[in-house]
């Protein structure tokens, strides 16, 4: 578990994050598109979320989605310590209708992010799409996860952003995850 507070001149977030948690989520940033996909994050990992953000919504949305995702990598930073009994790896193909996506992280300490994903629209609600990768880059960079998202096939835009967000709480759940097989970090170096 952790809470993470961050405030700037643009951004002011708090964030509560239990991941062996049940799903629930309490997720206010002010833009209602990305509350629901925060949702369905928490909601399909398992994970307690709650988050408070208020930004900058009358210069745009960017601040607001990135910080958001600064805070959230943060907390799964925070929340991981030293990654004891873990399973480290976690995958997920998921179907949405007509959209299927694969997300693989590592909780390796190594941030990266590989993003394949394209959006026809420039919006979804009130959500510019260009932010979505905004978001994964801030959340693998401070969680220090190496991340890949690739969509595989997809035409419907609030399908394609809904299944990369699920499919990203379900590959986190299985990374963050015991297995009782598992004695100590699971690394050969033996820290992660
Ligand atoms: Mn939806």
């Known amino acids: 578990m952790a809470e993470i507070s961050r405030t700037t001149k643009e951004t002011d977030i708090k964030i509560d994050l239990n991941l062996d948690g049940s799903g629930k989520a309490d997720i206010k940033t002010g833009v209602g598109f990305f509350d629901h996909m925060l949702d369905g994050f928490a909601r399909h990992g398992f994970f307690d979320l709650t988050a408070s953000v208020s930004g900058d919504l009358f210069v745009d949305c960017h601040h607001t989605i990135e910080d958001t995702g600064i805070v959230l990598g943060t907390a799964i930073f925070k929340a991981l310590g030293d990654k004891q009994g873990i399973k480290r790896y976690g995958s997920m ?11 693989a992280i590592d909780l390796s300490g190594r941030p990266y992010l590989g993003f394949d994903a394209e959006f026809t629209s420039d919006k979804i609600g009130d959500m510019d799409t260009e932010m979505i990768r905004e978001f994964f880059y801030a959340v693998s960079y401070s969680a220090g996860m190496n991340l890949h998202i690739r969509v595989l096939s997809g035409t419907n835009n609030h399908h394609i952003a809904e299944a990369i967000f699920k499919a990203f709480g379900k590959a986190l759940d299985e990374a963050v995850s015991y297995d009782p097989r598992i004695e100590g970090i699971l690394s050969t170096k033996g820290s992660l």
């Open 93 to 103: 193909m998921l179907p949405m209708d007509e959209t299927l996506v694969l997300c």
